[in-house]
């Protein structure tokens, strides 16, 4: 990806067109992204209705964040954070 650091590239999810048939490749640091934000989530005994809720997503987003299906911005992240009152470092963690 041209003008992306290596880094930046892994925050993208890469869809690609096969035969006619749509295929998703996960990428390893949405899909650990999303282990972190499951883990911080049923640690603070909150569900994924109650924090779509309070970051004003659909719990199909939050469902989809967590199975490391869809990359969130940086805003998201950022109402995700507030909204498990957790840490950037533990958001991040092994990504």
């Known amino acids: ?6 880094k930046a590239s892994h925050w993208l999810a890469f869809v690609f067109r096969n035969a006619g048939t749509l295929v998703e490749v996960k990428d390893k640091t949405l899909v650990a992204l999303g282990r972190n934000l499951h883990r911080i989530r049923v640690a603070s005994g909150t569900t994924q ?3 779509a809720e ?3 997503l659909s719990r199909r987003y939050i469902q989809e964040l967590e199975a490391g299906e869809k990359g969130p911005t940086i805003p998201t992240l950022a109402r ?4 498990l009152r957790t840490t950037w470092e533990d958001i991040f963690r092994d990504c």
């Open 1 to 6: 990806m041209e003008g992306h650091s290596e």
């Open 49 to 51: 209705e109650k924090l």
């Open 80 to 83: 995700l954070r507030v909204a």
């Open 54 to 56: 309070r970051a004003e």
